[in-house]
């Protein structure tokens, strides 16, 4: 089956640790984006990337980071200098940036203790 | 800031059509109407999207209006399952910097539809 894979589902971490969420896709898409969501509001753009070892930042990138060494990966890391990382992240690709539509990994639940 | 507005919440009654309305009246001519869905903690859901004309696909209907300013999602028979958060967003039309282009999505709150027995 194609389609965008997000592991693991749920994720603890102990405050002040890096942590790193893992997206893949096997849809051939070349545009692939990072999204935050925090209870009862809507997705907001952390980095985004058009090609292989090309990204941009979102609109919330700091406290972030990413890497894009595949077409089919894009690992988010969600820093130490994060202030607020508890949060539901989800992974997006699309096949054209900025032309086609951007389909959604299931998310990976990340609390922080 | 998400340019549309949606109802908080609806409610439909199972088999019925869902008509959940949007209103974007800063739309510009390049953008594109989208629709997305989201059931509780689970990734986003691509339902349909349209620039002027009506869209239909097998899960819903999109009916702009002619001006553009708002559209309305049908779902035409409305099942327990369709209960979830739905989005509608104005896609920001590509901008072309270096041969290189993006189309952001702006997620707003959403309206909460729940289809009743």
């Known amino acids: 089956d194609g389609g965008i894979t997000q592991s693991p589902k749920y994720l603890f971490r102990k405050e002040g640790q890096n942590v790193t969420l893992s997206c893949e896709q096997n849809l051939n898409h070349d545009a692939m984006y990072w999204y935050r969501q925090d209870p009862g509001q809507g997705l907001r753009l952390i980095y985004y990337?058009?090609?292989?070892?090309?990204?941009q930042k979102g609109d919330i990138a700091e406290g972030y980071s990413v890497s894009r060494e595949k077409k089919e990966s894009f690992p988010l890391t969600v820093t130490s200098a994060q202030k607020n990382p508890t949060a539901f992240y989800l992974c997006?690709?699309?096949?054209?940036?900025?032309?086609?539509?951007?389909?959604f990994g299931p998310g990976t639940r990340l609390t922080v203790l | 800031d998400a340019k549309t507005t949606q109802p908080p919440s609806m409610d439909c009654a199972e088999g019925r059509a869902a008509n959940l309305p949007c209103n974007h009246s800063?739309?510009?001519?390049?953008?594109?109407v989208y629709w997305y869905r989201q059931i509780h903690s689970q990734g986003p859901q691509y339902i349909i999207h349209?620039?002027?004309n009506n869209e239909t696909n097998e899960m819903a209907s999109l009916i702009i209006t002619e001006d553009r300013k708002s559209s309305t999602l049908i779902l035409p028979h409305a099942t327990l399952r369709d209960t979830a958060v739905y989005y509608c967003?104005?896609?920001?039309?590509?901008?072309?910097?270096?041969?290189?282009?993006?189309?952001?999505?702006?997620f707003g709150q959403g309206t909460i539809l729940t289809v009743h027995p």
């Open positions: 349209g620039l002027k």
């Open positions: 990337s058009q090609i292989v070892n090309d990204f």
């Open positions: 800063t739309i510009s001519g390049n953008e594109y």
């Open positions: 997006a690709s699309s096949s054209i940036s900025g032309l086609d539509t951007q389909y």
């Open positions: 967003i104005v896609r920001e039309a590509p901008i072309n910097a270096g041969g290189t282009s993006y189309g952001k999505l702006t």
